[in-house]
């Protein structure tokens, strides 16, 4: 059972940043192993990537400059630095493990295979 835990979500103003960790843990889970996602959902709209890494980084076009994504495979944990917040940066903010290697599809959610329970951040304007 493989089991991914957002934490460092919360209200935060315009402007603003978040860090966000996902700690992953299962008997069988090789953290190094996985190429490890951040997607969100905004209320009302679908479901979207918002960065991965697997040694090489990838970044929606809305996040680009302002968020960072990295990993620390000792403590099998993916971070999100957030900066620069928008009110439009509201949303649930899902952790996702996949494989490490992908095609161009690495931004689809259903090429990963392990998710978050999610975690709200909220940007005031």
């Known amino acids: 059972q493989v089991q991914l835990v957002e934490s460092g979500g919360g209200l935060v103003q315009a402007g603003g940043s978040l860090r966000l960790s996902c700690a992953a843990s299962?008997?069988?889970?090789?953290?190094?192993?996985?190429?490890m996602g951040w997607f969100r959902r905004a209320p009302g709209k679908e479901r979207e990537f918002v960065a991965r890494?697997?040694?090489?980084?990838y970044y929606a076009e809305s996040v680009k400059g302002r968020f960072t994504i990295s990993r620390d495979n000792t403590k099998n944990t993916v971070y999100l630095q957030m900066n620069s917040l928008k009110p439009e940066d509201t949303a649930v903010y899902y952790c996702a493990a996949g494989p490490l290697y992908t095609d161009e599809n690495y931004y689809r959610g259903e090429k990963y295979n392990y998710w978050g329970q999610g975690i709200q951040v909220t940007v005031s304007s």
């Open positions: 299962g008997r069988t889970f090789i953290f190094s192993s996985y190429g």
């Open positions: 890494t697997s040694g090489i980084t």
